[in-house]
Antibody, heavy 118, light 110 residues
Framework: QLQLQESGPGLVKSSETLSLTCTVS??????????WGWIRQPPGKGLEWIGS???????YYSPSLKSRVTISVDTSKNQFSLKLSSVTAADTAVYYC??????????WGQGTLVTVSS | QTVVTQEPSFSVSPGGTVTLTCGLS?????????PSWYQQTPGRAPRTLIY???TRSSGVPDRFSGSILGNKAALTITGAQADDESDFYC??????????FGGGTKLTVL
């Protein structure tokens, strides 16, 4: 059974860079046909797709976040990572990592809350 | 920027049928957007219900169904149960690797 687990600091200071890692177990991140994405959910609000990466390294970012987002993959560790720069309080959210195909997000991590403090 | 629209809230009686929709601020939703639907309860990660418009994810009961109705994607729940009370999200593929979630619908069963 594929499992995804987010990890990283739960508290980030305003203007700094948020960094999270998603560790994939029970399957290879190098599998073709799959993309690996990040989605976030501010407290009490809806889901927002941040961006995705293919195992080959091709990346796709939300236009609204593109200038601040970097997603990378480490196939040797079966991990992919998110960096979001110049964070503000508006970036406070539960961050989920997920696997998706060209059709749907099918496996999700449990999510991790990141709070941006001033 | 294209906005994906959903009803903010909906109410259904136990045993009843409800249809939630997923539209676009400009244009019509078609199967080419690969609409998918997710159910989320508080404090939990989303659960995949439907993908590619109408394909049920593994383990999802057949009382959940997806379709295109007019110019929107639709999720229909027949025989609503108390534990269906949750938030439902759709997501559309916009092309060029871009995905956009709808704002979600809070479903109340009462």
């Amino acid at each position: 059974q594929l499992q995804l687990q987010e990890s990283g600091p739960g508290l980030v200071k305003s203007s700094e860079t948020l960094s999270l890692t998603c560790t994939v177990s029970g399957g290879s991140i190098s599998s073709s046909s799959y993309y690996w994405g990040w989605i976030r959910q501010p407290p009490g609000k809806g889901l927002e797709w941040i961006g995705s990466i293919y195992y080959s390294g091709s990346t796709y970012y939300s236009p609204s976040l593109k200038s601040r987002v970097t997603i990378s993959v480490d196939t040797s560790k079966n991990q992919f990572s998110l960096k979001l720069s110049s964070v503000t309080a508006a970036d406070t959210a539960v961050y989920y990592c997920a696997r998706h195909t060209g059709q749907a997000f099918d496996y999700w991590g449990q999510g991790t809350l990141v709070t941006v403090s001033s | 920027q294209t906005v994906v629209t959903q009803e903010p809230s909906f109410s259904v009686s136990p045993g009843g049928t409800v249809t939630l929709t997923c539209g676009l601020s400009s244009g019509s939703v078609s199967t080419s957007y690969y609409p998918s639907w997710y159910q989320q309860t508080p404090g939990r990660a989303p659960r995949t219900l439907i993908y590619s418009t109408s394909t049920r994810s593994s383990g999802v009961p057949d009382r959940f169904s997806g379709s295109i109705l007019g110019n929107k994607a639709a999720l229909t729940i027949t025989g609503a149960q108390a534990d269906d009370e949750s938030d439902f999200y759709c997501v559309l593929y916009m092309g060029s690797g871009i995905w956009v979630f709808g704002g979600g619908t809070k479903l109340t069963v009462l």
